[in-house]
């Protein structure tokens, strides 16, 4: 599958990790018995069940190999090598609309992680590119499709 290092934070990490065993110790098992029950209502042919069990089988294997591809390739974020002086992957950034003078709190994190509704944004979508490598105090200008956002970067933290 993908070769380069994966960054991911602690959390994000064990994350994958449930994913995996779940899959593997539980999944796994719900779909063999649901192929079983398929087996035993008759002909295979055209028995809409027995399909939808295989494809929910073969679904499940394959999100069980990204998982191990991923996990094999997964660098976790250590705070303390990385510089909490510039906005890099890890941080936290608090940020000041220059338009509306609200407070905003990022945690900027892969793309893997991302949860806008928790305030984690991927590094690779338009704000987290623009934020990459400014300190505090800088204004930014950053090229969304709806605009452009500006921020001061009042704050970073890990």
Known sequence: MGEDELYLTREGYEKLKSELEYLE???RREIS????????????????EYD???????????RIALLKDKLARV???DNEDIPSDRVLIGAKVLLLDLD????????????????YDKG??????PI???LMQHKENDAVEIKIPAGILKYKILKISR
């Open 25 to 27: 110790k539980v999944k």
């Open 128 to 130: 987290g590119k623009g």
């Open 52 to 62: 939808s069990a295989k494809d929910e089988q073969a679904h499940c294997e394959q």
């Open 33 to 48: 018995k649901a192929i079983a029950h398929a087996r035993s209502l008759g002909d295979l042919g055209e028995n809409a």
């Open 100 to 115: 509306t003078e609200e407070q905003l709190e990022y945690t900027i994190v892969s793309k893997e992680e991302a949860d």
């Open 120 to 125: 984690k944004i991927s590094i690779e979508s």
């Open 75 to 77: 660098r976790i974020i």
